[in-house]
């Protein structure tokens, strides 16, 4: 079980109404909200989040804008507050990290992925958005690796809690979701938010948070999404659609709103009505998207692990693992923390911080006084029995969204659709 460690939550001010929903410059003022809550040009959030089932999407029809436009989203957002997160190209990978321009994007540039294989190439593309899938998801800025909890001072022979009121937290625009991340953050919602007890420094940032979806016209190699009903084409949880186009008719972006804060984005953009042709094709890119390798048998999958619990492939997986936790640490769901508490060398300064953990850790099991899952078999074991078949029990869904960052970041090549259809059958999963 993961360790959650709780801090005070903040009080909320109450958001005032707004005048006239339907107003032109009613719909303006609302994009710089996350979820209704007001961004001032310094980053800082303030006011409740709003329903997003406010948004009324009857008779709304998808809009189409130029490229140049994508440069005006970016310049709109930064102005009204938001630090802007898209994909880039780093370190031989797209990674998502602040963007100021359309020039920081990975333009004519797409990825190639395979079971502990990716690498990027040129594709002679315009495409902003012609890669399949960023190397890391959006979790880090949501739920982040390492947070401070609090901080202690000794004086006069006593500790001293410090002054550990958090700082603000920067209003973030996530540009270039797909639909798989947009199920995976609906999912740490569920486990972050949804339970009795909120943790509220996810949603601090979840509740600032604007989203731009871009739909996938192409998929990986180890994309499985639409085994899951997470993907490919993106349903909900957006405030502003993207669907890239490049063919014979040009360069050009159907664009949709989710939110009333995006449909404010909307009204500032020099967009026009799409067209059925353009709608068209923006179908038919997304169901490109849909040709995929590799496919996950659900059906009964949960009962049918907990069934298997002594089965030889798993002995087969563990001789392979190297317990690394690159698996856990790419997932966009996974979200269990331990707590560290260090100390200066004059142990007159003590911090307490959360910290990402992995079941793949000896410590991660350890109770009163050992661990109670010492090898690799029993922590793969336990990974993929909780993600496939535990989650449900606790949260009502599959824990996995089929990004497949787990198969591609595996240094020994293990593919969890291979390893449950292995299981199912009855046979041998060859190794990588």
Known sequence: MATRAQTPRVPRKKREPSPTRNSPRAAAELTSKGNGSQSQPDGKPRGKAAPVNEFDRTNLRPAIIAPAQLEKIIATLLSDGFEVIGPTVRDGAITYEPVKSVSDLPTGWTDEQEPARYRLKKSGSPAFFGYSLGAQSWKPY????????FAAEKRDAAFHILNNDSAPTVSRAFLGVRA?????????????????????????????????????????ATCFCLSLGAGPKVGEGFDLLLTELVDQTGHRFVVKPGTDRGLGLLARLDAKPASEADLAAGESAVALAANQQRKLDTAGLKEFLYETFEHPQWDKIAARCLSCANCTM?????????????????????????????????????????????SGKARYRQWMTHKLAAWTDQFGSSGCVGCGRCITWCPAAIDITEEVRAMREGGVCADA
């Open 330 to 374: 790419s997932c966009p769901t996974c979200f269990c923390t331990t707590v560290d508490d260090a100390t200066d060398v004059t142990g007159t300064h003590a911090e307490r911080w959360r910290r990402w953990d992995s079941c793949f850790t000896q410590s991660f099991s350890y109770i009163h006084g050992g661990s109670i899952r010492t």
């Open 142 to 149: 949501l739920h982040p690796a390492e947070v401070r909890l």
């Open 180 to 220: 798989c991340e947009l199920a995976a953050i609906k999912a740490q919602d569920r486990v972050l938010l949804g339970d009795k007890y909120r943790d509220p420094i996810y949603a601090s940032r979840r509740e600032s948070a604007f989203i731009i979806a871009v739909q996938c016209s192409h998929a990986a």
